[in-house]
């Protein structure tokens, strides 16, 4: 669920977008007996892309009904209720520093990146277990969005 939502944090900030509301949904395997599912919904106090602090409250938010026994097959975190960055305003009398200080960690973190190289820096909870990769076996070809894939005709 941490490397979910960092990707989806780091695309918020690439964007330049705050969310106002995400969502984590857990489940098991469907096709095995015991299907579970577990959907959380949070909304923030003011919008954020914040890394840190949409893991912490997302793992907190699936805590309460998170069973450590059970086998969890797939994990979906969605951010939404989107607004932009730079047209977000402030509430007239709530402190600005906590978000200004995020925000500069924030840029010293994707800048870190963009640097070194991607997940150079990143957060403790994503390096937990590095087993689960993305089935991408049937992922439909992106013809539009990257020239790579475009089919070649041979004549």
């Keep these: 669920m941490a490397s979910l939502t ?10 330049g977008l ?3 509301r ?11 007996p015991g299907y579970q599912r577990l959907s959380r ?4 106090s003011r919008p954020t892309a ?3 602090q949409l893991i912490s409250e997302l793992v907190a938010a699936t805590g309460t009904g998170f069973n450590p026994r059970t086998s969890y097959h797939r994990v979906n975190v969605l951010l939404y209720d989107l607004i932009n960055a730079e047209r ?3 509430e007239l009398f709530a402190p600005s520093e906590p978000m200004a200080t995020a925000q500069a960690r924030m840029t010293a973190v994707d800048g870190l990146n963009a640097r070194y190289g991607p997940n150079t820096v990143r957060y ?3 390096e937990l277990s590095q087993a689960w990769q ?9 013809y539009v969005s990257d020239w790579d894939e475009l089919p070649v005709l041979h004549a």
């Design 6 to 15: 960092a990707r989806a944090a780091a695309g918020l900030r690439r964007d």
């Design 18 to 20: 705050l969310a106002n």
């Design 22 to 32: 995400a969502v984590v949904h857990l489940s098991t395997n469907r096709h095995k």
């Design 41 to 44: 919904t949070l909304n923030f």
């Design 50 to 52: 914040d890394t840190g």
């Design 88 to 90: 977000w305003q402030a």
């Design 124 to 126: 403790a909870a994503e």
């Design 134 to 142: 993305p089935k991408r076996g049937h992922r439909n070809p992106n």
